[in-house]
């Protein structure tokens, strides 16, 4: 299972890259280390983000995104509205693709079909306690319509 699909463009972000360095400024960190320290990830993870506009991994994502109550689109860079409402209740990735899969009666196989990956990512992703890329999270949120916000189960605010 590729953790990234073919011809990414999610591997790095001049967004993102620009988004970091705004944050950094906005929260008074004198260096990417003191920023690092308050969002609760590593070093390197924020300095390649910095000096490359790598993306890290989902979770890394969210981690960032939770330590600082913004939107996951807003961090990547592609809003420049921070509308993010945390949930009450937060859930997770699983049961959120779980319900909304329900709420249109279909299975993970019928929904793979119809976007860009294999069935049997849905079914890894859970066994192996791991979340898609970006980009996949990105095309599964499309198709049903609701925020990555919504999908990864930060927010109850479907869009």
Known sequence: ???????SEMRTSKDFCNRIKELIEENDCASNK??????????????????????PST????KIADSLDISLLYLLGNSSENDFI???SPSDFYNRVEEL??????KYGEIASKLTFSRTYFYAWKKTNTL???????VIADYFNVSLDYLFGRSDYRK
């Open 59 to 62: 979770k890394m994502l969210i």
């Open 1 to 7: 299972m590729s953790k990234f699909p073919e011809n």
């Open 34 to 55: 003191d920023f690092a320290k308050l969002v609760g990830v590593s070093f390197p993870v924020i300095s390649k983000a910095v000096n490359f506009g790598i993306i």
């Open 86 to 88: 945390g949930s009450n």
């Open 101 to 106: 899969a329900k709420e249109r009666n279909e």
């Open 132 to 138: 898609p890329s970006v980009e996949y999270a990105k």
